[in-house]
């Protein structure tokens, strides 16, 4: 595993998405919506989301951030 590598990414990422969007880099997905933008993600891709590993980087197409899935995000 390369966990540390993975994190040490993963920050510089959200460093650099948090510079550009108003100091929020990452938005918690939820009801099947980006808490950081509100857009809506079709089943199409909240099935490419379930798919993913749980420790996968998955961003929102509209607006880039890193989106954070929860108990709540409808998956
Ligand atoms: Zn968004």
């Known amino acids: 595993m390369t966990a540390s590598g993975l994190a040490a990414d993963l920050l510089a990422l ?5 510079d ?3 100091g929020v880099g ?6 099947r919506r980006c808490g950081g933008c509100g ?4 089943p199409a891709d909240l ?5 993913r590993a749980s420790d996968d980087v998955v961003r ?6 890193i989106l954070v899935r929860t108990a709540e ?3």
């Open 26 to 31: 990452a938005a918690a997905l939820r009801q």
């Open 60 to 65: 929102c197409e509209e607006c880039s951030r």
């Open 20 to 22: 550009s969007k108003g």
């Open 47 to 51: 099935s490419a989301i379930r798919a």
């Open 73 to 75: 995000s409808g998956l």
């Open 14 to 18: 959200y460093d650099k998405l948090r």
């Open 39 to 42: 857009l809506e993600l079709s």
